[in-house]
């Protein structure tokens, strides 16, 4: 397995929670998974957890190397934890079709936040 391609992101956690406050629901539905939500609702510093899913899809959108166009929706990456905490990438529709094209197989992520800012980092692997 191959390191293919690498994607950062940074979100400033104040500035998703305006958005959120502005469009509730709607952009809560358009952006997270049911499963992200979910698990972010869940935990003390809901808002943390959300930037670093933020972060967590801009971050893929590098490693794929494309803009949010031609039908790429934010669902598309769903990012999951295992029952030590360990995120985990998963990517459907348009999303893994692109993966596909440039040989990436599985996308590794690590994600970190702090009250002000929530980070991740995301590597594209594959056998090329
Ligand atoms: C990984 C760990 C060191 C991070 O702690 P931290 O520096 O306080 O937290 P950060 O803000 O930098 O990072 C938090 C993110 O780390 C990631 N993370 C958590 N546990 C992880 C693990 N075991 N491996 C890799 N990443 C992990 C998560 O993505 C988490 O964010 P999320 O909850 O929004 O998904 C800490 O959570 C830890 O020690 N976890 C292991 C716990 C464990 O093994 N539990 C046993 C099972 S119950």
């Given amino acids: 397995m191959n390191a293919i391609a690498h994607g950062i992101d940074l979100v400033e956690c104040a500035?998703?929670?305006v958005s959120i406050d502005r469009h509730g629901?709607?952009?809560l539905n358009r952006i997270f998974t049911p499963g992200e939500l979910a698990y972010c609702g869940s935990r003390k510093r809901e808002i943390e957890h959300l930037a670093a899913r933020f972060a967590a899809k801009e971050a893929?959108?590098?490693v794929?190397?494309?803009?949010w166009s031609g039908g790429i929706k934010w669902t598309d990456?769903?990012?999951s934890n295992d029952p030590a905490g360990r995120p985990a990438v998963k990517l459907t529709g348009k999303?893994?079709?692109k993966a596909a094209e440039l040989g990436i197989d599985k996308v590794l992520i690590s994600?970190?936040?702090t009250a002000g800012h929530a980070m991740a980092s995301a590597i594209g692997c594959g056998k090329i």
């Fill in 25 to 27: 629901e709607r952009f």
């Fill in 77 to 79: 990456i769903d990012v």
């Fill in 111 to 113: 994600l970190t936040h």
């Fill in 64 to 67: 794929l190397g494309t803009g």
């Fill in 15 to 17: 500035r998703l929670q």
């Fill in 60 to 62: 893929v959108m590098k």
């Fill in 95 to 97: 999303c893994s079709q």
